[in-house]
């Protein structure tokens, strides 16, 4: 007689969250890319905990999330990668050119979140405006937390737009994001 295991059902509703390295860094050497930045980008893996251990109305898990970082030293890196700690994190517009023509991380990040139900962005303004310029991301895919001068560029993508106020998240985004997934869950559950 076989024994009885039993398997926790996985949701089918899949979220990537994408962030950007930090100046603070929590490892003073080799650690997970989750792990290793903390400052603003701790509001960030609040949020993917948060989503992360959410239960559904039916008593199911409400999404499975992935967590991903953009980093000065390796371009994109999934939250699980190991990465080492590095001396300079890039800030401004030129930088993030600089390091996306070395890395090619707005093309691979574009790439990466087609199998994602939804995409939520909480990096900065120059950042998320070479993903607008690149146009590679597919319309209704993302929620981008971002400056109020993107606002209409998000609406003719159909992106849920969510302004950015100092933080990288800020809790009433990080509230409206969880009722964003929920109907999202109820809606693909309904009977």
């Keep these: 007689m076989e024994p009885k295991v039993m398997i926790e059902m996985k949701t089918d509703l899949r979220i990537l969250i994408v962030t950007n390295d930090s100046t603070v860094f929590n490892s003073p050497g080799i650690d997970s890319a989750f792990?290793?930045?903390?400052?603003?980008?701790?509001?960030?893996k609040n949020l993917t905990a948060r989503l992360d251990t959410a239960v559904a109305s039916d008593g199911k898990k409400l999404c499975d999330v992935s967590y991903g970082v953009i980093t000065t030293r390796y371009g994109f890196v999934p939250g699980n990668y190991v990465i080492?700690?590095?001396?300079?994190?890039m800030s401004n517009r030129e930088e993030y050119e600089y390091i996306d023509n070395a890395k090619n991380f707005v093309e691979q990040v574009s790439?990466?979140?087609r199998p994602f139900d939804k995409v939520i962005f909480c990096i900065p303004k120059d950042m998320f405006s070479m993903f607008l310029e690149a146009d590679q991301i597919w319309n209704g895919k993302l929620i981008a937390i971002t400056s109020k001068d993107f606002e209409e560029e998000c609406a003719k993508r159909d992106w849920i737009f969510l302004e950015r106020r100092g933080s990288r998240v800020g809790s009433g985004n990080a509230d409206k994001i969880e009722e964003i997934i929920r109907?999202?869950?109820?809606?693909k559950h309904r009977s």
Excluded at 35 to 43: C, I
């Design 183 to 187: 109907a999202m869950y109820d809606e």
């Design 35 to 44: 792990n290793m930045f903390g400052g603003r980008a701790t509001e960030v």
């Design 111 to 113: 790439y990466l979140c």
């Design 84 to 89: 080492d700690r590095y001396d300079r994190v």
